[in-house]
């Protein structure tokens, strides 16, 4: 038996979030896991926002985090988070790959904003 990766916060995954409905994030996408290992290995979904190079609507909404080259430990994955959009994914039944992680100050962040759309103060 193969032992697979359990996805943990930080962390960019690239999946397929189809099957969607109307405004909902549409194909193949990076998602960044917001949602604790422990979690995840539980629960067997992980909680995440989409990545994408578009979202030129969301970005004048406050509702994205940008992320250039130096916010992940790669430098491979560019664009903005698109907070508002948060999803549970089971990454192992989607066949999910793991891409990058982010850099913390990046991922605190986006909880923060993230939080902050949930329960605005």
Not at 44 to 59: D, E, F, I, K, L
Not at 60 to 89: E, F, I
Not at 107 to 118: N, T
Request: net charge neutral; charged share 20%.
């Amino acid at each position: 038996m193969v032992s697979r990766r359990v996805p943990q916060k930080g962390e960019i995954w690239h999946v397929n979030g189809d099957p969607v409905e109307g405004r909902e994030f549409k194909g193949p996408h990076y998602y960044l896991v917001i949602s604790q290992r422990e979690l995840v290995a539980a629960l067997g979904t992980a909680v995440c926002v989409p990545v994408t190079s578009g979202g030129g609507a969301s970005r004048s909404q406050g509702v994205t985090v940008y992320l250039d080259g130096n916010s992940t430990d790669t430098g491979k994955v560019t664009g903005v988070a698109l907070c508002y959009q948060v999803r549970s994914l089971d990454l192992t039944a989607r066949k999910a790959s793991y891409v990058a992680t982010v850099e913390p100050h990046v991922m605190d962040e986006i909880l923060s904003l993230v939080v902050d759309l949930i329960d605005p103060r």
